[in-house]
């Protein structure tokens, strides 16, 4: 990520349709460099995930759109380093909304109104380029990647990141959903993934298999921890299961690990009884 520029307007690579990134000036633990937003097309533009509000990356926004018309912000999901600028920039440019109404729990963007109600599989036709929606439930309920159709990427905010994995969220967040929705990215013949953090990805079915790969190789920790412990709760769980994890990223290990019993319990491998968890 060394070669942008938060606020800069950078093109991602050789594509005939025009796709820049704008990486936020919002760095952090969970965000790394920054939200990556992504400006699409050459005179109808769609502009994805303008992140949280901040006047000087509108002003960002605003210079990288130009003379050219934005028709559509793209949301891929509401959590608060997504999608609260796209209030503020639907009211500078009269673009229209794109993407699902913000679940009813803590911790999303609530400012966030679609223009209409957006349907799985719908295409977006912009002349030079089309793009369509495909729901991807799983880190929380509400969240969209977005396939730009001439160049095969896939826009895939927190749903597929590059070089970590996305937390699930309960109960929002199902981890049984995420990993459906991992499965459907398969035999697309995607050919590039640009996530919400880090790098574009040039592998995406080598990427998308590891990730599956991964948390069913996690599930089975779980697995093998309730044999060691027996019936046992969260706290006690976590530092087994999770015990490749750095210390201060154990909070968010357990909404991840919550996932994985839930999913568990659902498919009656485990049992849980006053917050203690045991395999059946």
Not at 237 to 243: A, G, R
């Amino acid at each position: 990520m060394s070669e942008f520029e938060a606020g800069l307007a950078t093109p991602v690579g050789d594509t005939s349709v025009p796709v820049k990134r704008i990486l936020g000036r919002n760095p952090g633990p969970m965000t790394g460099p920054g939200t990556n937003s992504y400006l699409i097309g050459r005179d109808r533009l769609c502009l994805l995930d303008p992140g949280p509000r901040d006047d000087i990356q509108l002003e960002s926004f605003m210079q990288a759109i130009g003379d050219a018309c934005l028709e559509y912000i793209l949301i891929t999901h509401t959590h608060p380093d997504h999608s609260p600028a796209a209030l503020k920039l639907q009211q500078l440019t009269g673009a229209k909304l794109v993407g699902l109404p913000a679940p009813p729990v803590a911790g999303h963007d609530q400012t966030f109104v679609p223009e209409r109600q957006w349907q799985d599989g719908e295409i977006i036709d912009c002349d030079e380029y089309s793009v369509q929606l495909l729901h991807t439930p799983g880190h929380v309920s509400n969240h969209i990647c977005y396939l730009l159709i001439e160049e095969r990427m896939l826009f895939t905010g927190d749903h597929v990141l590059q070089g970590t994995t996305s937390v699930i969220l309960p109960p929002d967040g199902d981890m049984g959903a995420y990993l459906n929705s991992l499965q459907r990215l398969q035999g697309l013949g995607l050919r590039a993934l640009a996530p919400g953090h880090g790098d574009i990805m040039h592998e995406p079915e080598v990427e998308i298999a590891g990730l599956i790969a991964h948390r069913l190789k996690r599930e089975q920790k779980v697995i093998a921890g309730l044999v060691t412990l027996g019936r046992c709760n969260l706290e006690q769980l976590v530092s087994i299961v999770y015990d490749d994890v750095a210390a201060h990223l154990i909070p968010w290990a357990k909404k991840t690990l919550l996932a994985h019993l839930i999913k568990l319990e659902r498919d009656d491998v485990l049992t849980v009884v006053d917050d203690f968890w045991q395999l059946k």
